[in-house]
């Protein structure tokens, strides 16, 4: 099996370099010939000449559009006669990095990697042909993530470890924490008075779904953006508190407690330090918008756009917490009782 992943691995790694050429460019999309200087007549612009796949066609370029040179692949689109460039066509740059991944995941992790693969493509399938269209038909978007969360779970938990005591112990640990982080993103989104329209892109989804639905999308974001942080410290307690009982087998459930919250407190400094910078990383632009604008710190923290940052990153940052001594105090009673 080994041997077998390995090869996959090498056989994908082509792909890497000739996706631009392997993936068939589709007829929104042309290459950009040539870029006129900015003309400022009527609304700024670019004239654009794009060789497309019916041939070459002149377009126009907004200021707002992606930078675009000379070479490269675009999308394009006509509004009422006029042909505009949308965005530059990055599918091809996109499968290359995926396949990156994918090939950088086999060599490293070999079959373990399969699985955890394989647990990957079956979140976003549970995502996109569960969660949103369940959103989008009107369904509770709280009650929606709990339940995918807990598919979700099983199946990649059962396919990335194996079926065994220490996958149990792990997912009853990460919904002990999910229940404690869907608890607190109510009772302080709540508090703060979020409505779910602090980010661009819920502007967009106002005509699609009713004003009140944002405030429960958003903490049914919280939930699932929760689950992929609680799967590491979840599963590692559990294989802390396994191994110490099989190097020891006389001890007991405090001992094997209290060794393994020693190594708990290491990830729980290292995990919350690196979730806060994640969040903090997304938000950079509209933190840096507040500085040089000048707004008062009362002003900046009461924004709702960074008020929700603020509030998924502490809420999801305490259930990662709570999901140490959780998992580890599951995983001592029952190894602790074995013999």
């Known amino acids: 099996m080994k041997y077998l992943v390995i090869i996959i691995a090498l056989l994908l790694t082509p792909l890497i370099f000739l996706s631009g050429r392997l993936i068939p460019v589709p ?4 290459k950009v010939e040539s870029v006129s200087e900015l003309r400022t007549d009527v609304l700024p612009h670019h004239t654009v000449t794009i060789t497309t796949n019916n041939g070459a066609i002149d377009a126009l370029a907004y200021p707002g559009s992606s930078k675009i040179k000379v070479g490269d692949m675009v999308s394009y689109r006509d509004e009422g006669g006029t042909i505009i460039v949308g965005e530059k066509y990055r599918i091809p740059s996109l499968v290359s990095l995926t396949v990156v991944f994918v090939v950088v ?6 079959a373990h990697g399969v699985r955890s693969l394989l647990g990957l493509v079956f979140s976003f399938i549970v995502i996109f042909k569960f969660v949103l269209p369940q959103i989008i038909s009107g369904s509770n978007p ?3 993530a ?13 396919l990335s470890h194996g079926v065994n005591s220490k996958s149990i112990i792990a997912i009853i640990g990460t919904l002990g924490a999910l229940v404690v982080t869907g608890i607190l993103a109510v009772v302080y989104g709540n508090m703060v008075g979020l409505s779910g329209l602090g980010s661009e892109e819920a502007g967009f989804l106002l005509d699609t779904l009713p004003r009140e639905s944002f405030y429960k999308l958003l903490l049914a ?4 953006g929760s689950l992929g942080v609680l799967d590491d410290i979840t599963i590692s307690q559990a294989s802390i508190v396994e191994e110490l009982k099989k190097a020891n087998h006389r001890l007991r459930m405090s001992d094997l407690f209290i060794s393994a919250m ?3 407190h290491d990830h729980i400094a290292s995990l919350v330090n690196t ?27 009461s924004y709702e756009a960074l008020a929700e940052e603020i509030v998924r990153t502490l809420v999801a940052s305490i259930g990662l917490v709570s999901a140490v001594p959780v998992t580890t105090l599951i995983a001592s009673y029952w190894y602790g009782s074995s013999r």
């Open 221 to 224: 974001g919280m939930i699932i």
């Open 262 to 264: 020693r190594v708990g």
């Open 146 to 158: 709990l339940l995918a969360s807990v598919v979700i779970l099983m199946v990649s938990y059962f």
């Open 105 to 110: 995941v086999l060599l490293v992790s070999g």
């Open 142 to 144: 709280i009650v929606v």
């Open 27 to 30: 007829d929104s999309v042309g």
């Open 275 to 301: 979730l806060v910078l994640v969040y903090a990383g997304s938000a950079l632009p509209l933190l840096l918008l507040f500085l040089v604008s000048q707004i008062g710190y009362g002003d900046l923290l």
